[in-house]
């Protein structure tokens, strides 16, 4: 699952905003090196013509262009989020080792790459905080490390440069935060007025399901609470995906759904179409693509005896193992069409007694722990469980 409910949005907008920094980064290197080392001193009489030092300047552009496998490499694993703390480090020590040894000799001190402005004001479009600190630190540390190491106080004016540029920087990150807040709660709502909607049809086509998606979304996620390795956004996400789990049974047929005998092996076939019937429904709408794996894959067991795949073990993702034990718990302890309600003890132990069949044995143990929670939350759901 991605990182949050607008996980696969936000991860499509890093890839573009990766791509952005890496044609700037090249672009203006290059431009500025090519203006000030070779166009300026056609024009300025006193000023030396090509690189100051050119073992060092190979040296860095060919880190720089070895940087491109790099950034590739992590757009194959999806994580452009990292192309920009790995470029500014490594552009920012070579060129830190740079400035030193060309400077070491008492050289007249000129610095101030434009790419290192443009980096420090413009590392606010980025709407990352951790980046911004680093970008405006990592920056004032080189200076303050070439000043000492060469002991040239020319280096304060482009300190005080850098400081007043990451002033601005940090007003751009504040008002880029605010306004993607609100757009991100506008959206949020949005969202969850569509599922809502959705689930309330549902449940008015299927009657003894009534409750049953909130009930689920409400144990996993104090199920995936209990596990330490989601953040809000990512559980906010993931109570959305569980109240969708059944989201397929909009194409069974009624009769299917409220039968009161058993089920027909061909009822039961059609039936067990619903998980990929709800994951198909979802996959193209906007902020619902981290649901589809719980939708789809929330009736696989861990034996490998489970549907729409067959699937066994940790082929399994994670969160649809969770929303199997939530979904199963909630089956058991509501009247259903065809038997009524069991205790909750009675459940309890035939989830325990599937560990391993049915249910991931390492999730039944978590199950184990949480399951006062779960038994303070089946009585908190609906008045009617506080009369049992």
Do not use: M
């Given at each position: 699952m991605q990182k949050g409910f607008l996980g696969s949005a936000l991860l499509n907008q890093e890839r573009q905003a990766a791509k952005l920094f890496l044609i700037l980064f090249y672009a203006i290197n290059v431009t500025y090196d090519l203006v000030y080392y070779y166009f300026l001193p056609l024009f300025i009489t006193d000023t030396r013509y090509g690189f100051e030092n050119n073992s060092v300047s190979f040296g860095e552009y060919v880190i720089r262009f070895l940087l491109l496998f790099v950034a590739w490499r992590l757009f194959k694993i999806n994580r452009p989020d990292l192309i920009k703390y790995i470029y500014f480090i490594v552009y920012t020590f070579t060129n830190t080792i740079g400035e030193i040894i060309i400077y070491a000799d008492g050289s007249e001190y000129s610095s101030g790459n434009i790419f290192e402005l443009f980096l420090v004001i413009f590392s606010a479009i980025f709407i990352n905080k951790t980046f911004c600190w680093l970008v405006s630190i990592g920056t004032l540390l080189k200076y303050l490390i070439v000043g000492l190491v060469i002991q040239n106080p020319e280096v304060l004016l482009p300190i005080l440069i850098v400081a007043c540029l990451s002033v601005v920087s940090f007003l751009l990150l504040h008002r880029f935060q605010t306004y993607?807040?609100?757009?991100?709660?506008?959206?949020?709502?949005?969202?969850?007025?569509?599922?809502?909607?959705?689930?309330?049809?549902?449940?008015?086509?299927?009657?003894?399901?009534?409750?049953?998606?909130?009930?689920?979304?409400?144990?996993?996620?104090?199920?995936?609470?209990?596990?330490?390795?989601?953040?809000?956004?990512?559980?906010?996400?993931?109570?959305?995906?569980?109240?969708?789990?059944?989201?397929?049974?909009?194409?069974?047929?009624?009769?299917?759904?409220?039968?009161?005998?058993?089920?027909?092996?061909?009822?039961?076939?059609?039936?067990?179409?619903?998980?990929?019937?709800?994951?198909?429904?979802?996959?193209?709408?906007?902020?619902?693509?981290?649901?589809?794996?719980?939708?789809?894959?929330?009736?696989?067991?861990?034996?490998?005896?489970?549907?729409?795949?067959?699937?066994?073990?940790?082929q399994i993702p994670l969160l649809a193992r969770i929303t199997a034990i939530a979904d199963a718990f909630d089956a058991m302890t509501t009247d259903r069409s065809y038997r009524p309600a069991m205790s909750l003890d009675v459940a309890y132990k035939r989830i325990v007694k599937e560990s391993g069949t049915q249910f991931d044995p390492e999730m039944v143990k978590v199950f184990t722990e949480v399951f006062p929670l779960w038994v303070a939350q089946y009585y908190a759901d609906s008045p009617a469980h506080r009369k049992k």
């Open positions: 993607l807040g609100a757009i991100r709660q506008s959206l949020s709502s949005q969202l969850e007025g569509i599922v809502i909607g959705i689930i309330a049809a549902l449940e008015l086509k299927d009657p003894y399901t009534r409750g049953h998606s909130e009930r689920v979304a409400n144990y996993a996620v104090i199920f995936a609470r209990k596990l330490n390795l989601f953040g809000e956004e990512e559980l906010k996400s993931y109570y959305y995906a569980c109240l969708l789990h059944d989201i397929g049974k909009v194409h069974i047929s009624d009769s299917i759904l409220t039968k009161s005998s058993s089920l027909t092996h061909e009822e039961y076939g059609i039936i067990k179409q619903h998980p990929t019937l709800g994951a198909d429904a979802v996959q193209h709408i906007e902020g619902l693509g981290d649901s589809i794996d719980v939708i789809r894959y929330h009736h696989e067991r861990w034996d490998g005896k489970g549907y729409p795949e067959g699937l066994s073990g940790e």
